[in-house]
Structures are given as structure tokens and as C-alpha cells.
């Protein structure tokens, strides 16, 4: 069974863009030499309509979805700089796809000879109506205007939402699309992003609990310690940001005492961090001669 990394799904979403603008092209031309060599959209008397407007109708619909899927390709191949830069990329790609969705159901509603500037004249009552039994619809757009005029995050920060941290891939004019590390999705209403934890505005904190023997000389040990940190630093550069921090003795376990670091990372580096602070403080111990200790259990016979 073949898989597909995450990369390999990115580039075919990139393309699906291009490829469905080509289609929707070959099809209006291919409808527009099919009508006009065999005049099939000359009238349609049955339904009253008038043929030519019908094709020309066709013709501006698969235009429009042919020019949306193109715009959409062309914004994929952007490489923003930055995170804001990225949400407006995305949020212009979400009104894009609105506004053709809208503009083809306004030209469709003319291929039926329905006067929409009727219907425009009474969308003021319909949406009053609308707005009773779409409030929570509203009330997603509303907050969704603040979430980018405040920059409360942006596509690319690693946020908290109700204990759920991932990344902004998404941020539309409804909702929030957030990825975890696992690659779970989690959409979420803009009216619900509440009480929001924006973990990309400053660094953060790895965290490394590591234990010792009880027989260990601390004060010895603690001596050795900054240079120790020094090098762990010297050798995971650009992944942390600063030498690592001794924090001190952290706890009095049954078999072993627990010694608390940390160390300064991009939010993105967390749990990597860690990673490479457990590995690099295991192996300098060892050096300095210290074995992680194992449980025991001492049974005293009188």
C-alpha cells in the first residue's frame, strides 16, 4: 500500500487548482464550436429561454471557474514571508471562491430571465429574516473580522483552543482550520475562538526533568553543570536559542533525585527541544560519570 507524505499532498492540492481551470477551459471551448457549428442554443422554444443567451451564459460560468481555479494556482505558488502575509493569502482564496459562487448564481438566475435587481431590492427584508435564524452565521463573520483586524494569529502561529494546540493552516471567513503534530484537523467557528493561547509570540520553554542517584555528590555536580550546558548549547544550534537553565533540585523521588532544566525554543521546536536536552544531558552524565538510576527496593531482616 502506498502512502503520501504530507509534502506529496501539498503539491497534488497546489495543482488540482491548475488543472481544474485547463478542464473547465476545454470544455468552454468545446461548447462554444459544438453550439456553434450545430446551432443547438439557436432557441429553445419550450422552455422559452433565448439559446444564445443560454450559451453565452455557459460560456462566462466556466470562464469564471477556469480564471478562479487559475488565480488559486497562481496564489498557491506564493511563498509568504511571513505569517500575516499567509493569512491574507488564504483568506483571499476563501473570498475568491465566494464571490465566483455568488457572480455565478447572479448569471445563472439571467439565463432564466429573472430580474435580479428584483430580487437585490428585497435582500434587505431577506436578510432581516435570515439574520434571526442565522445568528450564529453572523456572529462567525463578525468575530472573524476582529480575529485579523486585532492580529489575534495568524496562518502559520501554533495556537491553544480548549486544550487543543496546533498550527493555523486556515483561517476563513467562517472558521479556523488547526493541525496538530499528529496531523489531526480540528474546524473550528470563529465565534468559538475563545480564550485563545497564541504559543508563536515568544519563545518557549523545553522542559527537561533528569534523575540522579541519591549517592550523588550534588555540590560536585553542580559545578560541572555550566560547562556541560555550554556544550548541549554549542552543539544544537539554531534549535535552541540560548544555553539551557539549571533550574535546580526538582523533586525527591523513591530512588532517584530529580534535577529540572530548560532551554529557550521557536514554539514549532517544543517537544524537539526536549528531545535533544534529555539525549545531550543523558550522554554528558554519563561522562562525568553519572548512571541514571533504576527503582529500588531495600528489604531490612531483623
Known amino acids: 500500500m502506498k502512502t503520501t507524505t504530507g509534502r506529496e499532498r501539498q503539491t497534488s492540492k497546489k495543482y488540482s487548482a491548475l488543472i481544474r481551470a485547463v478542464i473547465l477551459a476545454v470544455i468552454a471551448v468545446l461548447v462554444y464550436v459544438i453550439g456553434r457549428r450545430t446551432g443547438i442554443f439557436t432557441e429553445i422554444p419550450k422552455l422559452n429561454l433565448n439559446g444564445k443567451a443560454v450559451l453565452r451564459g455557459v460560456l462566462i460560468l466556466l470562464a469564471m471557474f477556469a480564471v478562479?481555479?487559475?488565480l488559486i494556482f497562481l496564489l498557491n505558488l506564493l511563498k509568504p514571508k511571513n505569517n500575516r502575509a499567509r493569512t491574507l493569502v488564504s483568506l483571499i482564496k476563501n473570498m475568491l471562491r465566494y464571490a465566483v459562487i455568488l457572480a455565478a448564481i447572479c448569471i445563472a438566475l439571467t439565463m432564466f430571465n429573472v430580474d435580479i435587481v428584483t430580487i437585490l431590492a428585497g435582500l434587505g427584508i431577506l436578510a432581516l429574516i435570515i439574520g434571526f435564524g442565522a445568528e450564529s452565521l453572523i456572529a462567525d463573520i463578525v468575530t472573524g473580522m476582529f480575529i485579523l483586524i486585532d492580529n489575534q494569529y495568524n496562518?502559520?502561529?501554533?495556537?491553544?483552543?480548549?486544550?487543543?494546540?496546533?498550527?493555523?493552516?486556515e483561517i476563513n471567513v467562517r472558521s479556523t482550520v488547526l493541525t496538530d503534530v499528529g496531523g489531526n484537523v480540528k474546524i473550528i467557528n470563529n465565534s468559538d475562538m475563545k480564550n485563545v493561547l497564541n504559543r508563536s509570540d515568544n519563545f518557549?520553554?523545553?522542559?527537561s526533568d533528569?534523575?540522579?542517584?541519591?549517592?550523588?555528590?550534588?555540590?560536585?555536580?553542580?559545578k560541572k553543570i555550566p560547562d556541560l550546558l555550554e556544550e548541549i548549547y554549542q552543539n544544537n544550534q539554531p534549535l535552541m536559542k540560548?544555553?539551557?537553565?539549571?533550574?535546580?533540585?526538582?523533586?525527591?523521588d523513591d530512588s532517584a533525585v530529580v534535577l529540572r532544566f530548560t532551554v529557550d525554543v521557536a514554539e514549532g521546536d517544543i517537544f524537539a527541544g526536549a528531545r535533544a536536552l534529555n539525549h545531550d544531558l543523558f550522554i554528558g552524565m554519563r561522562k562525568l560519570g553519572i548512571e541514571v538510576p533504576f527503582p529500588q527496593l531495600d528489604l531490612h531482616q531483623k
Not at 496562518?155 to 493552516?169: A, K, L, Q
Not at 518557549?204 to 522542559?207: D, G, N
Open 68 to 70: 478562479e481555479g487559475l
Open 155 to 169: 496562518v502559520g502561529d501554533i495556537i491553544e483552543v480548549d486544550g487543543f494546540r496546533g498550527t493555523v493552516t
Open 204 to 207: 518557549s520553554k523545553s522542559v
Open 242 to 252: 540560548a544555553k539551557p537553565d539549571y533550574l535546580g533540585l526538582n523533586k525527591l
Open 210 to 222: 533528569f534523575a540522579i542517584p541519591y549517592e550523588t555528590d550534588l555540590e560536585e555536580l553542580e
